[in-house]
């Protein structure tokens, strides 16, 4: 008879199921990193003088830098002189300006993903960027936007066409001095997705970013900036998939949001990086800066992430509450198994005055991953009133597997109000034979429930997302019943 | 063998034979036989350690026991050679002694996944949601659940008597062949007691078996058994009708407890 936990034990070795290569004509650079890659990178994009400048203060900055070492994660060494630092389907003449010109092969890779990049994306009433390696390859919907004023397009259309705004806010959240792998990024950042929304404009849909790491040996450095100017509202998602490889692979992105007065910003993740084989060779290095700055009163920006790929995350999407009344959010979702590590967290930093933070951090163990949970939450003196709510819970599958959660609260202000809840549960063989005794397999037991496990996150998605998210958890889960 | 007993095997809906069973090393249950004809309701009465609950679980397949010697038959297929699963698709519930919660997993969500894959089993078609859904709130009237334990969590928050009248909710919604109460009434008061039991008198049927797992004779006022079996360490020292219930009401456990197996073997034994 097959127990719950022999079941619990084969949780490692399902398949990942969007890890083909697609077979395009590349153009790539090869390995290797100096002062010449940062300009080579630069003239192949067209960038103006002062976008190589930024890159290269950024570039000799990070060479004064030493990587960081606290997190709780564990890995070889990242050989950066290894690493490709452009890898782009080679485009003909100036790159794609329509669908159409887009390698076919290409676009039946986002199919095969379920990407919509055609026509039917009306009906998803999705609008796609969609980043394949280092290229953005295609942006839906640019017109409609364009109709009520908001500008959504790849990073290098937005520093050719709309310079004063990338020049404007482009490290105004994260500076390029800001970590080791932020200011990688800065120096040799690739492409990614710019978005501005109007004074006023309620972005009348989704807007999304598919990341697509295809290429060998190169690396994904893709940098993406949300500006919601006062009373804007705008709702972002984020996938992001990556063939299997037996070498590690980096990804190394920025995000920043700024959100003005009573603006809005929604941006909701969910990551699927390939995770490594079930003895922990290759997957993908997850090493991410994302932050928003609430730039004004009653802004609200709102993080949902759903991690469940990549051999090691670090990524700590932040907000900074610096207008009055403004409130961040930070609703997580980590899922690690095989041999997977996810050092994951927020930080908010109280600024205004009755500014509110909330925090709900899932994190899931099985086989012998490792989740650690790092937040910190900092009021600072003249935030008057201000709230804190955070709540970690754990959950742990099999008995290889690990949690860890690291909260660090700097209170300033004697006014602060801080709340914290901690959980840590185990799925119980208990749980799973009253499901099985109702009738339902252990392998739906299971995903059944860590999904209620994780509702308070997923409830905070967009339905579509909400449902792929549910999906993704319940394929990972997946291959646990003979 | 006669074939009378042959004929017995062939219309019983659960047969025990010489089961045995331990966990982690102990043997508790030393050697059961009982036969349940369809439509019948048997009660398995003992004092605490005897191994009534034991015997419920391991029929139900929780795998913490380990079955060293005998054989179950349902519905003449083997038991115990079924995942717990299978046997809830072939018609074996389990109404739990501590119903187990799920967080943040609705209970018509669950039931609705449970049915599903009991009318897969089947053969049946899905139910949709609507279907579903007015199938269900005919059934919350058997047990008086009120609407709101139906959007709930499964079991989270739920009181000790709404735990149990959930159990017997499930069991109205999956409709089983074989039912087995275990301690279904430990912990409930007297209104209750009574809400279960009328929802268990409303489910019995011709087709339907009844295994109540009970330290006291309490439930049996309400729910009337065809026979009562009385489990003294792991082993079936009496059986009889209702009658015993009460005769056990009066002496006490200790009457039967002291005996010896070869005592016990000259003890009548009804049905």
Same mark, same amino acid.
């Given at each position: 008879m097959q127990t719950p936990t022999n079941t619990i034990e084969d949780f490692a070795t399902q398949d990942y199921k969007f890890g083909f290569v697609t077979d395009v004509e590349q153009d790539t650079f090869p390995p290797g990193l100096s002062e010449d890659t940062v300009r080579q990178l630069s003239a192949k994009k067209r960038e103006p003088e002062w976008m190589l400048e930024w890159r290269l203060k950024a570039y000799r900055h990070w060479l004064t830098m030493e990587e960081p070492t606290w997190a709780n994660v564990h890995y070889t060494? =990242?050989?950066?002189?290894? =690493?490709?630092y452009y890898a782009g389907p080679k485009a003909k003449g100036s790159g794609p300006k329509s669908l159409d010109e887009v390698d076919p092969e290409i676009l039946k890779t986002y199919e095969k993903l379920g990407i919509p990049l055609h026509e039917r994306a009306i009906l998803a009433g999705v609008a796609v960027d969609a980043v394949f390696d280092s290229v953005s390859v295609a942006t839906t919907f640019k017109e409609k936007l364009a109709e009520v004023g908001i500008i959504f397009c790849s990073f290098s259309e937005a520093v050719r066409n709309h310079p004063e705004l990338v020049q404007e806010y482009l490290g105004s959240v994260v500076p390029y001095t800001d970590n080791f792998f932020a200011t990688l990024n800065s120096a040799v950042f690739s492409d990614g997705s710019f978005v501005y929304v109007p004074k006023g404009v309620r972005c009348p849909m989704e807007l999304s970013t598919y990341f697509r790491i295809n290429a060998k040996n190169s690396g994904q450095f893709e940098r993406t900036l949300i500006i919601a100017d006062e009373g804007a509202y705008v709702s972002y998602l984020e996938g992001c998939t990556a063939p299997m490889r037996d070498e590690n692979q980096l990804h190394a992105a920025v995000v920043e949001l700024v959100a003005r007065k009573d603006a809005t910003i929604k941006y909701s993740t969910v990551q699927n990086w390939y995770p490594g084989d079930e003895n922990g060779k290759g997957g993908i290095y997850n090493f991410v800066t994302k932050r928003g700055k609430c730039d004004g009163a009653n802004a609200k920006i709102s993080w949902t992430q759903v991690e469940t790929g990549s051999a090691i995350t670090w990524k700590y999407p932040s907000v900074i509450l610096k207008g009055d009344h403004s409130v961040g959010e930070f609703y997580s979702v980590a899922l690690t198994k095989g041999y997977q590590q996810a050092d994951t967290g927020t930080k908010m930093i109280h600024i205004g005055k009755h500014t509110k933070s909330t925090i709900v951090s899932k994190g899931i163990s099985a086989g012998h991953g490792q989740n650690t949970y790092r937040g910190s939450v900092r009021i600072l003196?003249?935030?008057?009133?201000a709230r804190n709510f955070s709540q970690c819970d754990s959950m742990l599958i099999g008995d290889q597997c690990g949690a860890h959660t690291f909260p660090y609260i700097d209170v300033q202000n004697p006014t602060a109000r801080m709340e914290h809840e901690a959980t840590t549960s185990k799925i119980g063989e208990d749980q799973i034979f009253y499901c099985n005794q109702r009738g339902i397999a252990t392998e739906d037991a299971v995903s059944m429930i860590v999904n209620g496990f994780c509702k308070e996150v997923f409830r905070e998605l967009p339905m579509e997302f909400a449902v792929e998210a549910q999906k993704l958890l319940a394929v990972n889960l997946e291959g646990s019943v003979g | 063998m006669s074939s009378g007993s042959i004929m017995e095997r062939e219309t019983a809906m659960l047969e025990i034979r010489n089961l045995h069973a331990s966990v982690e090393g102990n043997e508790i249950l030393k050697g059961i036989d009982l036969a349940l004809q369809p439509g019948e309701v048997h009660a398995i009465m003992g004092p605490n350690g005897s191994g009534k609950s034991t015997l419920a679980r391991v029929l139900a397949g929780q795998?913490?026991?380990?079955?060293t010697a005998g054989q179950v038959l349902f519905n003449g297929a083997d038991l115990l050679e079924m995942e717990p699963e299978e046997r809830a698709r072939e018609g074996v519930f389990m109404a739990f002694q501590y119903p187990v919660e799920i967080p943040g997993v609705g209970n018509t969500y669950f039931l609705k996944a449970a049915l599903n894959a009991v009318r897969k089993h089947r053969g049946l078609p899905e139910m949709d949601a609507l279907e579903f859904l007015k199938m269900v709130r005919g059934k919350m009237k058997l047990v008086q659940m009120e609407e709101s334990l139906l959007n709930r969590p499964v079991n989270e928050g739920f009181s000790g008597g709404e735990k149990k009248r959930n159990e017997i909710f499930h069991m109205a919604v999956l409709e089983p062949s074989l039912c087995i109460l275990?301690?279904?009434?430990?912990?409930?008061d007297i209104d209750a007691l009574r809400v279960v039991a009328d929802g268990v008198n409303a489910l019995r049927s011709r087709d339907r078996s009844f295994l109540l797992i009970t330290h006291y004779q309490r439930l049996l006022n309400y729910i009337v058994p065809d026979h009562i079996h009385v489990l003294v360490d792991g082993r079936i020292v009496r059986s009889g009708g209702k009658e015993l219930a009460l005769e056990l009401e009066e002496k006490g456990y200790s009457w039967l407890e002291g005996l010896t197996p070869e005592q016990m073997a000259t003890q009548p034994v009804g049905a």
């Open positions: 060494p =990242i050989d950066y002189q290894s =690493i490709s003196k003249g935030a008057d009133g | 795998d913490a026991y380990e079955v275990d301690e279904t009434d430990s912990g409930l």
